[in-house]
């Protein structure tokens, strides 16, 4: 029998941080932060944390989060949250390879002019995720140093995936620049008529200084990213054919990153108490039955997994009020038969 969220959170006290991903409107801001408020209300300094490009705790908690500062959540004790801007990470990144740019070229003698390739580097497609998933470490090794729990708000799962999945990119990325920096060093110094001034050079390296610091921040976030001790990852979907597709999928492609899965939330379900007061209602009767078929599925490929059923509810998660009845609920033991005839 699957453990219940309860259940799974008291099995791993020493967790500190959780994400929660699936696709895109299945309720992953509510579902993160109804545990981060949860976590809270046990008295741990929570922070809940959005690395989505489209923000909604602003939403969802009903006051302004925005700016990308830590906020304290009015009437929440313990619990801050930020919506994640790395607007500042983009532009330090590009400010550090534009010099690092230059310092290649004026080490290479090369007499070009170096903003092509500077515009180069920072319109890679992967040049903005790389910059959130350097803004997340941030967090988890800095920012966030002196909170107990840390939830993060992730993009569409195919966001969260390639975002997370760096982190395995990332090492042997910086493994190979590591070495071919040094290898470079090596040979100019070698090939110099003024060793002792070129090797106090290379010793003061900034590239090779800032590869090792890069270096050394991943190794330790990696560390804590594959943890199941202190890291876990839940995926919310519907109960609905391509939402539990793209968990079944996503599933598979977290553990071959490592990253430990805490389980699966399924939320928006239509309750068997409901349907029957609404029995001349024939889209909810209908929808009720196409439930029934896709909580099969989801007990038979997801169900050791299955951590907590989150009804429907009549209106739009907005504020606290609401969010205290969909914690109480994401928290109560996960009966399937709630939602089944």
Known sequence: MAQTLREFLDSRPNLRYIFTGGKGGVGKTVTAACLAYQFAQEGKKTLVASLNPVHSLTSVFGQNLSGGAFRPVEGVPNLWAVEVDASDVVARYRDNIAVRVREFLKYADIPVDSKPFVDIAVTNPAFEESAMFDKMIDIMLNEARDFDRIVFDTAAVANAIRLIGLSKIYGLWLN???????????????????????????RKDPMLADLLDMNDRFTRVKKLLVDPEVTAFFFVTLPLTLPISVVKRFIEQVRAYDIPVGGVLVNSCIRADEARRAAGDEYLQNKFREQMGYMQVIEQDLGPLVRSYIPLYKSEVHGLDALKQVARDMFAPADAALYIA
């Open 176 to 202: 190979r620049m590591i070495q071919s920096r040094k290898e470079a060093l090596s040979l100019r110094v070698q090939l110099s008529f003024r060793k002792e001034k070129v090797e106090e050079e290379v």
